[in-house]
Every structure is written in C-alpha cells, then in structure tokens.
C-alpha cells in the first residue's frame, strides 16, 4: 500500500479557494480524491491517471475543482475555486494501480490517507 498524508484543509468563506496536497510515499497511475459531509456518503471528487490527465470530476466540482500532480515530489493535488458551503466536507486522498484509465473511478481503492476537514461558511 501506499501511504498518504493529506494537508491543506481548513476554514474559509464563500466564494473563497483552497488547495488541498496530499504527500505520498509513492505515485500509482491512478490517484484521486474523495469527499464525506456529515452525515452523508462518501462522493468521488476526481481523478487523475498517470499524473497528468484529469478523469472525471463529480458534476457538483466541474468548472470548480482541479486535480493536478507533481510526481517530483509525489505529491497529488486539488485546487478549490468558488467553494460553497455544501463543499464541507472531510476531504481524501486515494491511489491506486490499474491497467487503464478507465479503471481509475471504477472498483476499491487500497491506499486511503486520513482526510483534511474543509469548511466553507456563508
């Protein structure tokens, strides 16, 4: 498994942007994020396969959210533009390898980091 450790998070208002990094001990070819709100299930916020293509942002983040990574540093990360109070949520970092990119949203992931909480007030 790889390990992953999410940073970034915080409060902020309306309107206002984040960026979220998650370090990993290793890239795959597949990474992504995911969200939990309280008191609901767990969303698929992106994806990207080999490092450089973005794969299918949730419709609620498109045009919002941006996905990108520096295998430099292996380091994955989502830039938060125009947050809205229904993006509060705990915020994770996932990996994975597949064999193509159309697996990367599909199936489990075995490498989860622990979240970073976001919250956006009115």
């Known amino acids: 498994q790889v390990q992953l450790v999410e940073s970034g998070g915080g409060s902020v208002q309306a309107g206002g942007s984040l960026t979220l990094s998650c370090a990993a001990s290793?890239?795959?070819?597949?990474m992504g994020w995911f969200r939990q709100a309280p008191g609901k299930e767990r969303e698929a916020v992106g994806f990207?396969?080999?490092?450089?293509?973005?794969?299918s942002y949730a419709d609620s983040v498109k045009g919002r959210f941006t996905i990108s990574q520096d295998d430099r540093v292996n380091t994955l990360y989502l830039h938060m533009n125009s947050l809205k109070p229904e993006d509060t949520a705990i915020y994770y970092c996932?990996?994975?390898?597949?064999?193509?990119?159309?697996?990367?949203?599909?199936?489990?992931?075995?490498?989860w980091g622990r979240g970073t909480q976001v919250t956006v007030s009115e």
């Open positions: 996932v990996a994975k390898r597949v064999f193509s990119p159309g697996d990367c949203p599909r199936g489990s992931y075995n490498s």
């Open positions: 990207i396969w080999a490092g450089s293509t973005p794969l």
């Open positions: 290793e890239v795959r070819n597949c």
